[in-house]
Nanobody
Framework: RVRVVESGGGSVQPGESLKLSCTVS?????????MGWFRQAPGKEREGVAA????????FYSDSVKGRFTIYQDNDKNTAYLSMNNLQPDDTAKYYC??????????????????WGQGTRVTVTS
């Protein structure tokens, strides 16, 4: 059984920063290969924001967050972080963390992941 838990959401003003955390815990032989962050705004489809390969820290970003968001990990804690700077109202969404035990398709495809968290809400408003 794999459990994914996010934390760190909140409400901020435009230009401010937040850091999200995602911890994967398992009692099985599941080995996290890829961790990703997705977001879903009201009335919109879920979109991939960033992902990181656990073996070599290679990271991936959507064009909408490149240069503002940074994904990194602490392997010892099985935790991935999403540091979000210069947040804008368009970043308002529920953010989900996801984990995969193998790489099957592109990082931004939700089908790539087989464990998901419940999400944490980020609101950016003046």
């Amino acid at each position: 059984r794999v459990r994914v838990v996010e934390s760190g959401g909140g409400s901020v003003q435009p230009g401010e920063s937040l850091k999200l955390s995602c911890t994967v815990s398992t009692t099985s032989i599941y080995r996290t290969t890829l961790m990703g962050w997705f977001r879903q705004a009201p009335g919109k489809e879920r979109e991939g924001v960033a992902a990181i390969l656990t073996r070599d820290d290679k990271s991936f970003y959507s064009d909408s967050v490149k240069g503002r968001f940074t994904i990194y990990q602490d392997n010892d804690k099985n935790t991935a972080y999403l540091s979000m700077n210069n947040l804008q109202p368009d970043d308002t969404a529920k953010y989900y963390c996801a984990a995969a035990d193998s790489v099957r398709t592109i990082w931004s495809n939700a089908q790539q992941y087989n464990a998901w968290g419940q999400g944490t809400r980020v609101t950016v408003t003046s």
